[in-house]
């Protein structure tokens, strides 16, 4: 069975119902020291408009997070090689919420609050982890700004009583979009993706942190639902680097497929290379987009090898419709696209399309936040390189779709992508 077909299945059955809510520094901006998303906003001088993008650019998640941002900065300059309404351009305004070499939750609410400020952001593109997404929605739906994030997947961002409780100062109004999938979505992936390898007894360990935490919760219900046996589900600790006990643990059990939830640099690349000093070194390894940057290939060494992850984003190279974009990425970097550079370019292209909407309504003057929020919120049919993508009453993707890949002689590489649409 293709596992297209047997995560049509489980979405048909209403996944997303029955499972929990739970994936360099700048050189343009300093630093707010405002404490306050209500602070006063000074008017935007010029005819600049600026792209705020706040994602990790350093430290262990700088792999994924400068791609990311590349994305961005390219729909910006092509944007500015057209006619844009009351002669405005555009700007990118980049911000690092890495804090010693780890995405940071504060530094991004801190970086959010800055945007906040500047009346010249009207848009901005991340998070690009769900707990650093959790503590900036807040603050950017009470200043209507819109955000968009290419890679945030846990559900509880904009579904149900926690995504109600993340926007309280307007709950008429969604400002968090994204153009990735959701961990039920993803975790369900996963789950099917290791039934079909033909794994039968899992040990599963998160990092007790929102994204991680979340997709590894689906994975164990859905692995469970699928006839798999769950020998155990461990925590790890915030900073935690030896786990030799717990790897321990888990040899004892016998498992023949280890679940990582959880990122790189939250314990998932040591993780798998201390596998490699017990007797799980030849035991498969199943993660979500946490573990997909090149940090994790450079962290867990050899042990990389035999293992897969899922990524929230379509395989560029498989899409017709991301050929141009792949081709003028490659020339503009001088490297391949990251897993989420066509999300980032594609959330930031929508986020300029309202906004010329916006500027025209206003007569060709700066818009209002709100409008361009407004704009996003109603964007249907938007042709782009992941393809044609919209936005439900939540703010979630209609176009949800899934790559897998394994680690093979030290890279990835492409096993299949579904669309749970189709």
Same mark, same amino acid.
């Given at each position: 069975?293709?596992?297209?077909?047997? /995560? !049509?299945?489980?979405?048909?059955?209403? /996944?997303?119902?029955?499972?929990?809510?739970?994936?360099?520094?700048?050189?343009?901006?300093?630093?707010? *020291?405002? *404490?306050?998303?209500?602070?006063?906003?000074?008017?935007? !001088?010029?005819?600049?408009?600026?792209?705020?993008?706040?994602?990790?650019?350093?430290?262990?998640?700088?792999?994924?997070?400068?791609?990311?941002?590349?994305?961005?900065?390219?729909?910006?300059?092509?944007? %500015?090689?057209?006619?844009? $309404?009351?002669?405005?351009?555009?700007?990118?305004?980049?911000?690092?919420?890495?804090? @010693?070499?780890?995405?940071?939750?504060?530094?991004?609410?801190?970086?959010?609050? #800055?945007?906040?400020?500047?009346?010249?952001?009207?848009?901005?593109?991340? $998070?690009?982890?769900?707990?650093?997404?959790?503590?900036?929605?807040?603050?950017?739906?009470?200043? @209507?700004?819109?955000?968009?994030?290419?890679?945030?997947?846990?559900?509880?961002?904009? @579904?149900?009583?926690?995504?109600?409780?993340?926007?309280?100062?307007?709950?008429?109004?969604?400002?968090?979009?994204?153009?990735? =999938?959701?961990?039920?979505?993803?975790?369900?992936?996963?789950?099917?993706?290791?039934?079909? &390898?033909?794994?039968?007894?899992?040990?599963?360990?998160?990092? %007790?942190?929102?994204?991680?935490?979340?997709?590894?919760?689906?994975?164990?219900?859905?692995?469970?639902?699928?006839?798999? =046996?769950?020998?155990?589900?461990?925590?790890?600790?915030?900073?935690?680097?030896?786990?030799?006990?717990?790897?321990?643990?888990? @040899?004892?059990?016998? $498992?023949?497929?280890?679940?990582?939830?959880?990122? #790189?640099?939250?314990?998932?690349? /040591?993780?798998?290379?201390?596998?490699?000093?017990?007797?799980?070194? #030849?035991?498969?390894?199943?993660?979500?987009?946490?573990?997909?940057?090149?940090?994790?290939?450079? =962290?867990?060494?050899?042990? !990389? %090898?035999?293992?897969?992850?899922?990524?929230?984003?379509?395989? *560029?190279?498989?899409?017709?419709?991301?050929?141009?974009?792949?081709?003028?990425?490659?020339?503009?970097?001088?490297?391949?696209?990251?897993?989420?550079?066509?999300?980032?370019?594609?959330?930031?292209?929508?986020?300029?399309?309202?906004? %010329?909407?916006?500027? =025209?309504?206003?007569?060709?003057?700066?818009?209002?936040?709100?409008?361009? *929020?407004?704009?996003?919120?109603?964007?249907?049919?938007?042709?782009?390189?992941?393809?044609?993508?919209?936005?439900?009453?939540?703010?979630? #993707?209609?176009?949800?779709?899934?790559?897998?890949?394994?680690?093979?002689?030290?890279?990835?590489?492409?096993?299949?992508?579904?669309? &749970?649409?189709?």
């Amino acid at each position: 069975m293709r596992l297209g077909s047997a /995560l !049509a299945r489980l979405s048909a059955a209403g /996944l997303s119902a029955a499972l929990l809510a739970a994936c360099s520094p700048s050189s343009t901006t300093t630093q707010s *020291t405002s *404490t306050s998303s209500a602070a006063p906003v000074a008017a935007a !001088a010029g005819n600049v408009i600026k792209i705020g993008v706040e994602l990790p650019l350093s430290g262990g998640d700088a792999s994924n997070g400068i791609p990311t941002r590349n994305g961005v900065i390219l729909a910006v300059e092509e944007s %500015n090689k057209t006619a844009i $309404p009351g002669g405005f351009s555009y700007a990118v305004d980049d911000l690092d919420d890495a804090v @010693q070499g780890k995405h940071d939750p504060a530094l991004g609410a801190q970086n959010t609050k #800055t945007f906040i400020s500047d009346a010249a952001v009207l848009a901005m593109v991340g $998070p690009f982890n769900s707990n650093v997404a959790k503590a900036e929605i807040p603050l950017t739906n009470d200043a @209507q700004l819109t955000q968009i994030s290419p890679s945030n997947t846990s559900n509880g961002l904009t @579904q149900g009583d926690d995504g109600r409780k993340l926007r309280t100062s307007h709950p008429e109004l969604n400002s968090f979009f994204r153009v990735c =999938t959701t961990d039920d979505h993803q975790g369900a992936a996963d789950a099917a993706f290791a039934k079909k &390898l033909g794994f039968k007894a899992v040990f599963i360990v998160d990092d %007790n942190e929102t994204y991680g935490k979340g997709l590894a919760d689906v994975f164990e219900a859905q692995f469970k639902k699928g006839g798999g =046996t769950v020998l155990g589900h461990e925590h790890l600790n915030a900073g935690q680097t030896d786990f030799k006990a717990l790897l321990t643990k888990a @040899q004892n059990l016998r $498992p023949d497929v280890v679940f990582f939830g959880g990122t #790189t640099v939250s314990g998932g690349g /040591l993780l798998r290379k201390q596998m490699g000093d017990s007797a799980l070194k #030849t035991v498969a390894y199943v993660g979500g987009d946490g573990i997909s940057d090149d940090t994790f290939l450079k =962290t867990a060494g050899t042990m !990389a %090898n035999g293992s897969y992850y899922t990524v929230a984003a379509p395989e *560029t190279s498989k899409l017709a419709s991301a050929k141009t974009f792949v081709a003028n990425y490659k020339k503009r970097f001088g490297v391949d696209v990251g897993p989420y550079s066509a999300n980032a370019y594609t959330a930031a292209m929508i986020e300029i399309a309202a906004i %010329n909407k916006a500027i =025209t309504a206003a007569g060709n003057k700066m818009p209002a936040r709100v409008d361009v *929020t407004k704009g996003v919120a109603a964007t249907k049919g938007f042709v782009s390189p992941i393809g044609t993508v919209g936005f439900d009453a939540n703010g979630d #993707t209609t176009a949800p779709i899934l790559s897998l890949y394994k680690i093979s002689g030290g890279k990835a590489v492409f096993v299949d992508q579904v669309n &749970l649409k189709t």
